[in-house]
């Protein structure tokens, strides 16, 4: 009987443990139901391990089982990396391409890598995309850029491909230095082939077509849809055709020309959000069709963030500006619950973590600060890595992993181990 106990309670700790597969993890929104994490570390304290990193970048680590993935820029080279998940060890490196270069904050390595666990996909800020397995073997190479036109963002192309059943989903929305359409593709994750093309038509001028935001998928009644944002809009998309639902022209109704958009778009519950340069923000009920302006939007706020993607449990939303000012509302009405709350005054790229009831928010200092989630603002512990960071955590078996631009760093212990 003991054994049995013994096996049931393994078993029971295997399926609660969460991988974290793509850049907002494994539910496309940055939340996890990890429980257990740690709360105060350093640079050495709680650390189970840590490697060093030849670059900064904006991709998130990505973990599955055993292993870690990261998209790496080595000077002028583009790299694929595997680590082992237990002790931070190299499992093999794989190149990508070549033409690394800076584009302001950020380099070519800035979309996180994609897996389902058995192959993992990377994309970079030249084009180039990749699927591997997920034993390092070369099984389709793309050059994006070289097929369809080079990326005409100004500063530098930073979506990260989405991965969903057999297809991933790859934006390219841009217009400041280019005159090619913007377009959405769908390509078989097993081939590598596109399976649909899909231009994204905006009226926006300027430096508004630009979108460094990375597509999400919302539920409504019986379909799923690709949601895009940038450009001005949030559109909604067939995931087999990319053919439009609808789309909102919510984003800029000044028409401010520099609106380009950096906060990628989350669902919850129900309800898809979206941010523009800081406002507005907006709530929308997906589901629609046609051309449904207002008519879609739930709520607006003029609070929003500029770069960091907020979180929500689907009661709560938070969100923390580029300044470390983090505001709370109510995620059904839009109200605000809390706000204007400084937490370490600094730059903030990365976007916030929600699990184990607290929030996990990370400056361009490397400073992390912990904050109990809920109605009242409560800060749990400010963890200062001081170095450089661009990257957002990730979570997975009671660990958190937190890349800076001098080393990945492994925080605290790995769950029933």
């Not at 081939?191 to 231009?199: C, V």
Request: proline fraction near 6%; charged fraction near 25%.
């Amino acid at each position: 009987m003991r054994n049995l106990a013994v096996f049931v309670l393994v078993l029971c700790c295997s399926l609660m443990a969460e991988n974290w597969p793509q850049w907002r993890g494994p539910n496309l929104d940055g939340t996890s139901g990890e429980k257990g994490l740690p709360v105060k570390w350093s640079k050495t304290e709680n650390v189970a391990w840590s490697l060093a990193m030849p670059s900064r970048t904006g991709a998130t680590p990505i973990i599955w089982g055993e292993r870690v993935f990261l998209n790496v820029a080595d000077g002028d080279k583009l790299e694929l990396w595997c680590l082992n998940r237990e002790n931070g060890a190299t499992l093999w490196k794989q190149p990508i391409t070549g033409g690394n270069r800076r584009q302001n904050k950020q380099n070519m390595s800035s979309p996180s890598p994609v897996t389902d666990g058995k192959n993992v996909y990377v994309l970079t800020g030249v084009g180039a995309l990749k699927g591997f397995s997920i034993d390092g073997k070369e099984l389709w190479a793309r050059d994006i850029e070289k097929e369809y036109g080079k990326f005409g963002l100004n500063w530098g192309y930073g979506s990260s491909p989405l991965l969903h059943e057999d297809s991933l989903y790859v934006q390219v929305l841009h217009g400041m230095k280019t005159k090619d359409p913007s377009y959405i593709l769908r390509i078989d994750k097993s081939t590598g082939k596109t399976i649909a093309r899909k231009e994204r038509p905006t009226k926006a001028k300027v430096e508004s077509p630009d979108a460094y935001t990375t597509p999400t998928l919302a539920k409504a009644g019986n379909r799923t849809e690709l949601i895009v944002s940038g450009g001005d809009l949030v559109t909604a998309h067939d995931l087999k055709t990319l053919d439009e639902y609808w789309r909102a022209d919510v984003l800029n109704p000044t028409s401010f020309a520099m609106n380009r958009i950096i906060t990628s778009p989350l669902f919850k519950d129900g309800i898809v959000y979206a941010g523009s340069r800081v406002k507005p923000f907006v709530a929308l009920k997906p589901g629609a069709s046609g051309e449904v302006g207002d008519k879609n939007t739930l709520w607006t706020y003029d609070n929003g963030p500029d770069v960091p993607t907020p979180v929500t449990d689907g009661k709560l939303l938070y969100i923390v500006n580029d300044k470390g000012i983090l505001y709370c509302i109510n995620a059904k009405t839009g109200k605000e619950v809390w706000g204007g709350k400084r937490i370490q005054p600094a730059i903030y790229s990365s976007s916030p973590v929600l699990a184990d009831e607290k929030l996990y928010i990370t400056n361009e200092e490397g400073t992390v600060t912990v904050i109990k989630a809920g109605r009242s603002f409560e800060v749990l512990a400010e963890n200062k890595m001081e170095e450089y960071t661009l990257s957002s955590p990730a979570v997975s078996e009671g660990q958190i992993f937190i890349r800076t631009e001098k080393a990945l760093y492994c925080i605290g212990k790995r769950a029933g181990r």
